[in-house]
T-cell receptor
Framework: GAVVSQHPSWVICKSGTSVKIECRSL??????MFWYRQFPKQSLMLMAT?????????EQGVEKDKFLINHASLTLSTLTVTSAHPEDSSFYIC??????????FGPGTRLTVL | GEDVEQSLFLSVREGDSSVINCTYT??????LYWYKQEPGAGLQLLTY?????DMKQDQRLTVLLNKKDKHLSLRIADTQTGDSAIYFC????????????FGTGTQLKVEL
């Protein structure tokens, strides 16, 4: 089946530093990947759509300069949280379509900013 | 606009059936999905249904779709303790690309 991985699974950083999260489709190519954010006991909120070879499409209210997305290849998208602050602490999940019908999710990355 | 609602919590006994409900507002939904999330983990795709279908069955899972009422349900037969998790419904709408809008999530607790 289609597998999506994320790295790291958990990161703790100091306020003001930047953190990069990787999302990889392991056994399929994904022209589009998605980045979600999930607060404790809440649903997933789409942050942006990552398009291979072009700029990401951000949802309303998501700061482009804060959350940098790069989709350099058909199997890799990265999310960089720049100058992270405690309010950026969250669970970040990526997903990718292996076919038009099915969207598979990574295991998530828990970010804690001290 | 897109708005997807679920009840927050459901508790069932092991061996009973569980029914998790979801309502949505966008009538241009193309696909509707059910995902399972265990604590600290990502989402696992359980099943999905195309909007022109009424029902889909996959082993212990049965999905029912009432398009007129914009109501989706997931029935889990013979619920086991391993089914305890949060279940999210999600919809994909026409013209939205492959973007999904998620429901609020239902926490299912299976008791012995």
């Amino acid at each position: 089946g289609a597998v999506v991985s994320q790295h790291p699974s958990w990161v703790i950083c100091k306020s003001g530093t930047s953190v990069k999260i990787e999302c990889r489709s392991l056994d399929f190519q994904a022209t589009t990947m998605f980045w979600y954010r999930q607060f404790p006991k809440q649903s997933l909120m789409l942050m942006a759509t990552s398009n291979e070879g072009s700029k990401a499409t951000y949802e309303q209210g998501v700061e482009k300069d804060k959350f940098l997305i790069n989709h350099a290849s058909l199997t890799l998208s990265t999310l960089t949280v720049t100058s992270a602050h405690p309010e950026d602490s969250s669970f970040y999940i990526c997903s990718a379509n292996s076919s038009p019908d099915e969207q598979f999710f990574g295991p998530g990355t828990r970010l804690t900013v001290l | 606009g897109e708005d997807v609602e679920q009840s927050l919590f459901l508790s069932v006994r092991e061996g009973d059936s569980s029914v998790i409900n979801c309502t949505y507002t966008d009538s241009s939904s193309t696909y509707l999905y059910w995902y399972k999330q265990e604590p600290g983990a990502g989402l696992q795709l359980l099943t999905y249904i195309f909007s022109n279908m009424d029902m889909k069955q996959d082993q212990r899972l049965t999905v029912l779709l009432n398009k007129k009422d914009k109501h989706l349900s997931l029935r889990i037969a013979d619920t086991q303790t391993g089914d305890s998790a949060i279940y999210f419904c999600a919809e994909r709408v026409t013209g939205g690309g492959n973007k999904l809008t998620f429901g609020t999530g239902t926490q299912l607790k299976v008791e012995l």
